[in-house]
């Protein structure tokens, strides 16, 4: 897996932000398990709800382009870590517990995760079987 790549991908994305409310940009790249990759930003709205993170943009995207299988994930936002929120750590958890998550800051700094170990003894598919 070529991490820095992904992270370049996360850091272009977040150039595509919308986010005139916060003003707080985000961006994220998401690697399949064929090798494409799809990125997201954040959209915010005016009336605040409608609002989606950048890393459930990617993951919109992906899977409605009919993509399932997912590797790694890589955030960028302007904070100096940029962690994903709850809502987006049980979005990607839908997709499995092993994908790893990459919190990065510039394409030569960035840290690694499992999905499991930032939503540890979680919720998914395997419940409602
Ligand atoms: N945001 C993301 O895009 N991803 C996260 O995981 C954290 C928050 C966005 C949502 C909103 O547009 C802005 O950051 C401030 O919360």
Redesign the pocket.
Known sequence: MDKKNLVKKALEAKKNAY?PY?G?H?GAALLTDNGKIYTGC?I?SASYTP?I???RTAICKAVSEGERKFIAIA?T?DSEW????GV?RQTIREFGEDIVVIVAKSEDEYKEYTLKELLPHSFGPENLK
């Open positions: 986010a916060s707080f985000v954040n915010e609002t993170c950048a890393e955030i936002g940029t962690y994903p929120c987006c």
